[in-house]
């Protein structure tokens, strides 16, 4: 018996027929995802590493790739096959899974990239696609033509136009095989954008993005990332991508962030072959060790020195295997960052592992939408600056839509704490989204009255805030009902209404960074955005004692209360009317911010509105003047969830026509305009209704700023609401996706 327990992983269930070829979202992090792409060959769980077999060099058994390493799918070259008389015969006879004695997923490739090495291959395009469906395989893919990274931009253009040419007959040969339809366009933005456009509207199955090999070889990360940037956003969000040829687990968290499913490798083989080892920050070499850069349980028994000693054969068997337990080890987790909602962080932290790395990550970061957060890394970038005015892609505002497309795609608020990472921590994408929601959403609509041309900014701690200082807040609601009280985060400025809400109030760090002195132009840049920038801004420290008595010395000395108002005590119903108005601010912002509706608006609904207070003294629930449950607060992330009464109203104030079909992604652009509506068929009604979840496939149309793990309201076709819900997609992924959850239904509105 083999030593990897031969035969104890069962073979894989065919998918049902129906679903064949569909790819679902399971799990998402911004734009990265755990997928599942049914085949009948089993699902394939994503993202995956499929790794390369040469059919005629086994160096790790397909079996034990499926058996020991649990490994879904791997990728083989039809054009090798094809070559050789006797893998052609037995192939055909006996399709490519008996061949390479393999029960999971089979790829295959099609000879482009031996056209790319040895100039060209003398197999034709139908040819091809048709062999690779002849012998069985799961995905195929066509004939593409390799655009390199030196190709001028005439080259490369033939390259996508010729790949484009063959798309059609391509698709139509493969029949009911899968088909790869891979992305070219060298290095140019505009080329890459055409390629995804244009790939994406006929009927292939995965997108691999092709022509990258030799960029990563000469690590050219930045302009890896940069062809991740131009293709991904192009192409229709419900087909895997592929990055083809790229195995090198270094390069797998900022792929997988940036929207990568599938990587195949030969990397481990074939670095294995001279003694190189991969590890989730570069490659090392075998000669040079005493001891194992990562411990593996193939070698874990081993010194370096051991394995120099043997035998040629037998330590490249070993070291292939080294490489990928490394490998599938990083893979593994990147899936559960992306889980847990960390996998920018994930990122930003590998970033530092190589130099190249860390220029793509900065060249991400530094994009120029996000303005003051941008200028915190000139110094690191200067070099780069002059650099990039030379580069493909640089003109101004090029790279917006592209930055845009991760940030809309983020989750927020979330669970946790967010760890500090420097000010790298500024530019996650969540981040930038919960920031961006906060300036367009929120408004100062403190009454008119004493301070309100001024901002009160309480700074030097950390949260949570309410028990030191709503007091404090009370007191200024009834003596300066105009001002506006903000807290100073390390992330940026937030209205002391949103004090609990996620990420601002869970930053894990030292506590210096709390207490530094405030820096008075990022306050006025952010206050700018919050439309707030005539205001004079007046700062309180938290730390220290007597904090009401120094915040209305302060608030006397500026001129914006007066001495005797203040000396004289507030009446107990005063107070009580004071703390009343503080907790309706908090509903009312929270309204705007999490159901996107206009500040006015949110006012009005919340100003009857009574509480029910936990032990803790802490908002659970927000009810009508008629005692109506509108909504409650999540003490998690201090988000806000909806419930039937809430959403009725929500309902009642919409002006808007009922949308009628998926108009483009569009989440920034609506603000105020209330939850995104969500139309269903008339098949769904029922179960949405009941409460049912609302599946992929059931959905006619929706708003265009529809947002994952935003709450969104699901009508029928005549707008009538049956239910609530938090969806999982943006309006691009839901016009498209054919399989999964769409809507996350909290409860349907039963006909009475
Ligand atoms: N393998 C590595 N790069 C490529 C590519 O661009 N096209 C195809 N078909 N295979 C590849």
């Given at each position: 018996m083999a030593a990897w327990r031969e035969g104890t992983r069962e073979d894989p269930k065919p998918c049902r027929e129906q679903d064949r070829g569909k790819f679902e979202v399971i799990h998402r992090d911004g734009r990265a995802r755990l997928g599942r792409l049914h085949t009948d060959h089993g699902i394939l769980e994503t993202p995956a590493l499929l790794p390369v077999i040469n059919p005629n060099i086994r160096t790790i058994e397909p079996r034990e790739m499926w058996?020991?390493?649990?490994?879904g799918a791997l990728i083989t070259n039809s054009y090798i096959i094809w070559k050789h008389e006797e893998l052609k015969n037995k192939a055909q006879k006996d399709g490519v899974h008996e061949l390479i004695d393999y029960p999971g997923v089979i790829m295959t490739d099609s000879g482009t990239f031996q056209a790319y090495v040895?100039?060209?291959?003398?197999?034709g395009v139908e040819e091809i696609v048709e062999f690779q469906r002849s012998i069985g395989v799961d995905i195929a893919t066509m004939l593409d033509v390799f655009s390199r990274p030196d190709m001028t931009e005439l080259e490369v253009e033939s390259c996508v136009d010729e790949t484009l040419a063959r798309a059609q007959i391509s698709v139509d040969t493969s029949q009911d095989t899968m088909l790869n339809g891979p992305i070219q366009g060298g290095l140019f933005k505009e080329l890459r954008e055409k390629s995804a456009s244009e790939m994406g509207k006929?009927?292939?199955?995965v997108h691999p993005i092709g022509g990258i090999v030799p960029v990563m070889e000469q690590h050219r990360y930045k302009e890896y990332a940069k062809i991740m940037l131009s293709s991904l956003p192009k192409l229709p969000p419900n087909r895997p991508v592929h990055m083809f040829g790229c195995g090198h687990p270094m390069l797998f968290p900022m792929s997988i962030a940036l929207g990568a499913d599938l990587f195949d490798s030969a990397a481990y083989a074939l670095f294995a072959r001279d003694g190189r080892l991969l590890t989730p920050w570069g490659t090392e070499k075998?000669?040079?060790?005493?001891?194992?850069p990562v411990t593996t349980p193939s070698i874990a028994h081993l010194t370096p020195e051991e394995v120099r000693e043997m035998d040629g054969k037998e330590r490249t068997k070993l070291l292939s295997k080294y490489n990928l337990e490394v490998t599938l080890s990083e893979l593994a987790r990147c899936k559960q960052a992306v889980r847990d909602g960390t996998i920018w962080r994930m990122v930003e932290r590998r970033s530092h592992q190589h130099p190249a790395l860390r220029e793509a990550f900065l060249w991400l970061i530094t994009?120029?939408?996000?303005?003051n957060i941008s200028k915190m890394f000139k110094e690191e970038m200067i070099l780069d600056e002059k650099l990039a005015s030379q580069e493909?892609?640089?003109?101004?505002?090029?790279?917006e839509s592209s930055w845009d497309w991760i940030v809309e795609s983020q989750t927020t608020p979330r669970k946790g704490g967010e760890s500090?990472?420097?000010?790298?921590t500024l530019a996650r994408p969540h981040i930038i989204a919960a920031r961006h929601m906060m300036f367009t959403r929120?408004?100062?609509?403190?009454?008119?009255?004493?301070?309100?041309?001024d901002v009160l900014i309480l700074h030097g701690r950390s949260g949570p805030w309410r028990e030191r200082c709503d007091n404090l807040v009370t007191r200024i609601i009834h003596h300066a009902p105009g001002l506006e009280v903000m807290i100073l985060t390390p992330i940026g400025l937030m209205p002391y209404s949103l004090e609990d809400v996620n990420p601002f109030t869970h930053i894990?760090?030292?506590e210096w960074m709390w207490r530094s002195r405030p820096d008075l132009s990022m306050i006025r840049e952010d206050l700018e955005k919050f439309s707030m920038s005539e205001r004079r801004i007046i700062t309180l420290d938290l730390?220290?004692?007597?904090l009401v008595d120094r915040a209305f010395a302060k608030l006397v000395e500026m001129g914006v209360v007066e001495q005797g108002s203040v000396e004289k005590p507030i009446e107990s119903k005063d107070f009580e009317a004071s703390e009343l108005q503080l907790r309706r601010r908090k509903a009312a912002d929270k309204f705007a911010l999490?159901?996107?509706?206009q500040s006015e608006l949110s006012h009005e609904m919340t100003k009857q509105t009574e509480f029910v207070i936990n032990r803790q003294g802490r908002i659970k629930n927000v009810l009508s003047?008629?005692?109506?449950?509108l909504a409650s607060f999540r003490l998690g992330d201090g988000g806000l969830s909806l419930n039937n009464d809430g959403a009725i109203e929500l309902h009642s104030h919409?002006?808007?026509?009922?949308?009628n079909n998926f108009s483009e992604?569009?989440?920034?652009?609506?603000?105020?305009?209330?939850l995104a509506f969500v139309v269903v068929d008339d098949d769904a009604e029922p179960f949405i209704r009941q409460g049912r979840n609302v599946f992929h496939g059931f959905v006619t149309a929706c708003d265009p700023?529809?947002?994952?793990n935003e709450a969104c309201l699901i009508v029928n076709g005549k707008g009538e609401l049956l239910g609530h819900g938090v969806s999982q997609c943006t309006s691009d992924e839901l016009a498209t996706?054919?399989?999964?959850?769409a809507i996350k239904t909290r409860d349907g509105i039963k006909i009475e």
């Open positions: 058996d020991r390493y649990g490994i040895y100039g060209d291959v003398e197999v006929f009927d292939f199955s075998i000669a040079n060790l005493v001891d194992w994009n120029p939408s996000l303005g493909i892609g640089s003109q101004k505002g090029a790279w500090w990472g420097g000010k790298d929120w408004h100062s609509l403190a009454p008119r009255g004493s301070g309100s041309s894990v760090g030292p730390q220290g004692d007597s999490f159901f996107n509706i003047s008629s005692e109506k449950h919409r002006r808007r026509e009922i949308p992604t569009d989440i920034f652009g609506y603000c105020g305009e209330g700023w529809l947002r994952p996706f054919q399989k999964g959850v």
